[in-house]
């Protein structure tokens, strides 16, 4: 079945620091690719999504392109800051599917 | 907009009694809800699609009659954990699919109930 492998955290990194949280997956098809954020006390929002190889999602100063010859979708900031702190997880669909597979999450603390 | 509740937040009970969660779209409509549970350090594990006037659809190694779901209306489901054990302890996060405009086929989602069964 469908999976997804994200980097293990906890991550602290410096205010301005670079920051990569490392995804790959394993799925047949052309699944569809999401980084989802979840703020301490808040639900899961989606960050960024790729519907395609090649594909580069965007939001909020963060980035992933979709490759499909490495079946990876790294999440990357060029300079994180302290609001930036929260668990990312990284997941995706298949096949038009609604279902969402997830990673286990990566806990990212920020600090000044 | 897309916001989603759950009620409660959190809640304690007594093993072998019944606790009732809610899962609300507040200001959009949801044919398809989604039902997770997530172990601490761990990922989401969907436990079942829940589809508006319709039975839910379990995944696989979830006992269906014991997570009673139901989704009555175009805004609620709930999630009825029947006849709770501590091993039913853990958080539990709905999702609810946006169907048009802006919310077509994106997931929003709750944040959470926390069980806990002693």
């Known amino acids: 079945g469908d999976s997804v492998t994200q980097m293990e955290g906890p991550v602290t990194l410096s205010e301005e620091a670079f920051l990569t949280i490392n995804c790959t997956y394993t799925a047949t098809g052309y699944p569809s690719l999401f980084w989802y954020v979840q703020y301490p006390g808040e639900g899961l929002q989606l960050l960024l999504k790729?519907?395609?190889?090649?594909d580069k999602g965007s939001n909020k100063g963060f980035e992933a392109t979709y490759r499909k010859e490495t079946t990876s979708f790294h999440l990357e900031k060029g300079s994180v800051q302290v609001s930036d702190s929260a668990v990312y997880f990284c997941?995706?669909?298949?096949?038009?599917?609604?279902?969402?597979?997830f990673g286990t999450g990566t806990r990212l603390t920020i600090i000044p | 907009g897309a916001v989603v509740s759950q009620h409660p937040s959190w809640v304690i009970c007594k093993s072998g009694t019944s606790v009732k969660i809610e899962c609300r779209s507040l200001d959009f409509q949801a044919t398809t809800m989604f039902w997770y549970r997530q172990f601490p350090k761990q990922s989401l594990m969907l436990m079942a699609t829940?589809?508006?006037?319709?039975?839910?659809?379990?995944e696989q190694g979830v006992e269906k009659d014991k997570f009673l779901i139901n989704h009555a209306s175009l805004t609620l489901s709930t999630l009825t954990v029947t006849s709770a054990h501590p091993e039913d302890s853990s958080f539990y996060i709905c999702s609810a699919h946006g169907t048009s405009g802006d919310l077509y086929n994106e997931q929003f989602f709750g944040p959470g109930t926390r069980l806990t069964v002693l």
């Open positions: 829940s589809n508006e006037g319709s039975k839910a659809t379990y």
């Open positions: 997941a995706l669909t298949n096949f038009g599917n609604e279902k969402l597979t």
């Open positions: 790729a519907t395609k190889a090649d």
